[in-house]
T-cell receptor, first 115, second 112 residues
Framework: GAGVSQSPSNKVTEKGKDVELRCDPI?????LYWYRQSLGQGLEFLIY????????KSGLPSDRFSAERTGGSVSTLTIQRTQQEDSAVYLC?????????????FGSGTRLTVV | AQSVTQLGSHVSVSEGALVLLRCNYS??????LFWYVQYPNQGLQLLLK??????LVKGINGFEAEFKKSETSFHLTKPSAHMSDAAEYFC??????????FGTGTSLTVIP
């Protein structure tokens, strides 16, 4: 597609429920990233996929968080047993190999509210 | 390891005045530096990037930034602020390995 697409744009869920957030990166971009942006804070790195390599999961805050990328394209971030502190905007970005030269292209994010 | 510090979480300028948003970085390798802008309810958009070519980098919407190795800085400037510049601005640094490290952001308010 022309840009990075994220769905849903907004999600309200009850505490304890599981949620899935979807990211459709730019076609041909081999790298895909998930970040979390909490109110008044910067971007917190969550996970990074590069081609067929094992993902860098070093930023996932707990074992309730997981992500997968199928076929080197679409990615799903899953949060199990959601907590109120999970409320944030979840941003997905993709890049060509060598993001340091090109920068990321971000999606518009999914705003998650846990009530 | 890489990190960035953005001085001033909120900056207010009058319309037509100089915009200066500060960013200092720390990097154990030659850095790649970026400025992103985020408008309300939108994702981040790349403003400009430094990738070891010219130290003065020009970006979109009249913004520019100068890489100063001696000061480990990459401040963002614009000669004349416009109302449409009101947004959140993020500085980011990357070394090898593709992961970017973002600052906590600076919210720019433009006063008419």
């Amino acid at each position: 597609g022309a840009g990075v697409s994220q769905s849903p744009s907004n999600k309200v869920t009850e505490k304890g429920k599981d949620v899935e957030l979807r990211c459709d990166p730019i076609s041909g971009h081999t790298a895909l990233y998930w970040y979390r942006q909490s109110l008044g804070q910067g971007l917190e790195f969550l996970i990074y996929f590069q081609g067929n390599s094992a993902p860098d999961k070093s930023g996932l805050p707990s074992d309730r968080f997981s992500a997968e990328r199928t076929g080197g394209s679409v990615s799903t971030l899953t949060i199990q047993r959601t907590q109120q502190e999970d409320s944030a905007v979840y941003l997905c970005a993709s890049s060509l190999q060598g993001a340091e030269n090109y920068g990321y292209t971000f999606g518009s994010g999914t705003r998650l509210t846990v009530v | 390891a890489q990190s960035v510090t953005q001085l001033g979480s909120h900056v207010s300028v009058s319309e037509g005045a100089l915009v200066l948003l500060r960013c200092n970085y720390s990097s154990s390798v030659p850095p790649y530096l970026f400025w992103y802008v985020q408008y309300p309810n939108q994702g981040l958009q790349l403003l400009l990037k430094y990738t070891s070519a010219a130290t003065l980098v020009k970006g979109i919407n009249g913004f520019e930034a100068e890489f100063k190795k001696s000061e480990t800085s990459f401040h963002l400037t614009k000669p004349s602020a416009h109302m449409s510049d009101a947004a959140e601005y993020f500085c980011a640094v990357s070394g090898a390995g593709n992961q970017f490290y973002f600052g906590t952001g600076t919210s720019l308010t433009v006063i008419p």
